[in-house]
């Protein structure tokens, strides 16, 4: 059973900086999708970024250029570089996976709807 725990919220005022970090345990897939995905008050899911075994990156517009999805394979460590913050960004930030074969590796991309994910962290930005 795959598990994954989210740290690295927190409170941060507009233009400021978080790294989020993710554990991800109980999977031996060698072919997956990682990501992360959003959700705001009285918002729906939004993607964020994901990022597949092969490191091919994929970004949401709302996070292109301002965030940097990045894994450590020896750590089983899924990150979340996120610069530039914006009031918008607040919300509750889920960590999540999907073992994919490799032939379909392609549709991990930063709207993927994973089915695996962690109880989230909360980041919130002020104006």
Same mark, same amino acid.
């Given at each position: 059973q795959v598990q994954l725990v989210e740290s690295g919220g927190g409170s941060v005022q507009a233009g400021g900086s978080l790294k989020l970090s993710c554990v991800v345990s109980g999977y031996a897939a &060698?072919?997956?999708?990682?990501?992360w995905f959003r959700q705001g008050p009285g918002k729906? &899911?939004? !993607?964020?970024? *994901? %990022?597949?075994s092969d490191g091919r990156?994929?970004?949401a517009p709302a996070? /292109?250029? &301002?965030? %940097? %999805? *990045? +894994?450590?394979?020896?750590k089983n460590t899924l990150y979340l570089q996120m610069d530039? #913050? /914006?009031p918008e960004d607040t919300a509750m930030y889920y960590c999540a996976f999907? +073992? #994919?074969p490799p032939q379909i590796l392609s549709h991990c991309t930063a709207a993927y709807r994973f089915s695996h994910? !962690?109880?989230g962290t909360q980041v919130t930005v002020s104006s």
């Open positions: &060698r072919s997956y999708c990682m990501g729906a &899911r939004e !993607g964020v970024a *994901s %990022i597949d990156a994929s970004y996070a /292109k250029d &301002r965030f %940097i %999805i *990045s +894994q450590d394979n020896a530039s #913050l /914006k999907e +073992q #994919l994910y !962690g109880p």
